[in-house]
């Protein structure tokens, strides 16, 4: 078989700073360099490599983006444990792009269903009687801002967010904080505000459910919930 018949395109060098970055990315991962490990100079890294200043400072900076290295003025670089905001960090830009086209805002919707209904499962499981007091705190707050967009908005999160923290997972309440706080910038207030009263007493269905240890009832209440917020999009 003779490839000159197919059309193929003419394979695209890689770029001297990925190449760079990647093999430093690589000794980070096998622990080859550890956490606190300073690199060598860039001078050093240039002998190394055998490529010029821009591409190890390029390379540096990809890192730092990816959390993977610390990058501060007079200082050597340190290599850093990526943390949940890093990531976070990282796709914000996107994520409000994304959710300014209405069939994306769509899909973050009903990404932020299937997360909440999976985790108001396990929160009416292992909730404690402190976390049903905190809960229930939200909740009066969520009844008495029902005619102020702005406070109820802010009570409206607490009271999800509260849920999401009965599971004691730091990883997951971040992501949800910003996975909500996307949404909400694109929200028109108009639209939601006619709702508060109603989303208040589905709060309350949700609020009872998690109280009872009824992970069943959680779920359902929880479901049909969120089907009204996204109804409310169309």
Request: charged share 30%; aromatic share 6%; hydrophobic share 40%.
């Amino acid at each position: 078989m003779e490839l000159t018949s197919f059309p193929l395109k003419p394979m695209k060098k890689t770029k001297l700073s990925d190449s760079v970055a990647e093999e430093l990315e690589k000794m980070i991962i096998n622990n080859t360099l550890k956490e606190g490990d300073t690199l060598p100079s860039e001078r050093d890294l240039m002998a190394a490599f055998d490529v010029g200043r821009p591409s190890v400072r390029e390379a540096l900076m990809k890192l730092s983006q990816k959390g993977l290295v610390e990058i501060k003025s007079g200082e050597k670089t340190r290599v850093t444990k990526p943390c949940t905001a890093t990531l976070i960090n990282n796709v914000s830009g996107l994520a409000i792009g994304l959710l300014s086209q209405k069939d994306e805002k769509r899909q973050f919707e009903h990404l932020r269903q299937l997360f909440e209904i999976a985790i108001v499962r396990e929160a009416a499981l292992v909730r404690t009687d402190e976390d049903l007091a905190r809960l229930k705190q939200e909740l009066d707050q969520n009844k008495a801002h029902c005619e102020d967009y702005d406070a109820f908005v802010r009570s409206d999160i607490a009271f999800h967010r509260c849920i999401i923290d009965m599971i004691k997972n730091p990883m997951v309440s971040s992501l949800y904080e910003s996975l909500i706080s996307w949404l909400i910038m694109t929200r028109n207030p108009s639209e939601y505000t006619p709702y508060h009263k109603q989303n208040y007493q589905e709060h309350v269905m949700i609020f009872d459910a998690i109280e009872a240890g009824d992970a069943n009832r959680a779920e359902q209440c929880m479901r049909e919930h969120l089907d009204n917020v996204m109804r409310i999009e169309k």
